[in-house]
């Protein structure tokens, strides 16, 4: 991995910020953050905090492969109550500059402090007292728009305490652009990378996804070994701030495509997914992010392809039965990758998303590692085999 040398934060160029993770996988996302140039960085539970420069932040948003968002802390002052809320947003920034009508906002709330136990409504207390000041200095109001806002504004509330940042990506940063097609319970983007990140998989050894659903573990990991920036074909809320710096971010992006690596010859990356439609959309999903003649997807059941010259490694996210599968008929597809793994990948690694222990243990096989992951919610298990 690349490091990036920064010089040290001054007094006058230091944000504090915190990524938001997934859950289980903070410590490979601080990681991440400290390697692209962020300064002490912390991680916590579902989150990492961290210090930058306004250029690392950018950066961050255009090269980070794990973080949902990145939240630039504004301001923050104490908070015991619904007016000390509204009288703090106020003040928290110069909303003539951050905040004019003709911008549409939306407010995150998480954490709670006395009396505002309900995050709906600390939104509320937020967006009123923004829509005051802005009504007492113009005489009209911003509206809201929580699919495309111009400026995204998260409260976290705790104790006596309220933190107020700007998100920059306004949506999610796992939306990397590509994926126009769903898939049956797909992962998302970040939690993928994130998962390849933990298999070490770094592109000179085979890599096979025996369900590849909509291709997306498949995806992420040619993209990270080439290094191709995630960020580099969306746009950000941080475009709109009031103090954006056009060059800088310009200066960032040319460092961003100058990472992608055009010499790198992988070796076969190849999908199998049964279900004929997912499979083409798997395709397609390959074909937007610009891999087609690096990714390949077979239309059928894994139990009747060969895998390439290895050893390599298989990643898998099968189906384990809260979304999708009736528990009976899971197990023998389990059993049936077990025996496959047996009888086709000896000296291969396998990397397994599991959601159910009783499934995995059809397998039987021996996992060196289980590391707990949270998939969408579900409670699931990255576990790692050696098969012999
Ligand atoms: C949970 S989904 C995979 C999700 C994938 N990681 C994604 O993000 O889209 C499991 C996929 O395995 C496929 N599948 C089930 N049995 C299979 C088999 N025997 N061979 C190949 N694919 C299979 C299903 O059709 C489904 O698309």
């Known amino acids: 991995m690349v490091t990036w040398s920064t010089t040290p934060l001054g007094r006058t160029n230091r944000l504090f910020a915190v990524a938001v993770l997934p859950q289980g996988l903070e410590a490979a996302g601080a990681e991440e953050l400290s390697a692209l140039g962020a300064h002490t960085v912390k991680p916590g539970r579902r989150a990492a905090s961290f210090e930058a420069d306004m250029g690392c932040l950018y950066r961050l948003h255009l090269q980070a492969r794990l973080p949902f968002r990145l939240l630039r802390e504004m301001a923050h002052f104490p908070c015991q109550g619904r007016d000390d809320l509204y009288e703090g947003v106020r003040q928290a920034l110069d909303w003539e500059r951050w905040l004019h009508p003709s911008m549409s906002f939306r407010v995150d709330v998480t954490g709670a402090a006395p009396g505002l136990n309900h995050s709906h409504y600390s939104a509320l207390q937020v967006k009123n007292a923004l829509v005051d000041q802005q009504r007492e200095l113009w005489g009209r109001r911003s509206s809201i728009d929580l699919e495309n806002p111009d400026l995204s504004l ?71 070994a080439l290094q191709k920036a995630p960020g580099l074909n969306r746009s950000f809320a941080l475009e709109g701030w009031a103090d954006f710096e056009p060059e800088l971010w310009q200066q960032e992006q040319e460092r961003a495509r100058h990472r992608r690596r055009r ?93 159910n222990r009783n499934l995995t243990g059809a397998l039987r096989l021996k996992a060196e590692r289980r590391i707990p992951v949270s998939n969408g919610g579900i409670d699931c298990r990255w576990l790692h085999y050696d098969i012999r």
């Open 154 to 224: 998260h409260l976290h509330l705790s104790r006596s305490e309220a933190v107020l940042s700007l998100d920059g990506s306004g949506g999610s940063l796992h939306r990397r652009g590509y994926r126009a097609a769903m898939g049956a319970a797909p992962i998302k983007e970040n939690l993928a990378a994130g998962l390849i990140h933990l298999t070490g998989w770094d592109g000179t050894s085979p890599l096979v996804d025996p369900c590849c659903g909509s291709g997306i573990l498949l995806i992420e990991a040619v993209l990270m």
């Open 263 to 355: 010499d790198l010859e992988l070796p076969p990356v190849i999908g199998f997914e049964q279900d004929p439609s997912i499979a083409d959309q798997a395709r397609a999903n390959v074909e937007a992010a610009g891999l087609k003649d690096l990714i390949s997807i077979h239309t059928g059941g894994f139990q009747d392809q060969p895998l390439p010259d290895g050893p390599g490694v298989l990643v898998c996210n099968p189906p384990y039965g809260q979304r999708i599968g009736d528990e009976a008929e899971l197990e023998e597809l389990y059993r049936a990758l077990g025996n496959y793994a047996k009888a086709k990948a000896a000296g291969w690694q396998l990397w397994l998303l599991s959601g």
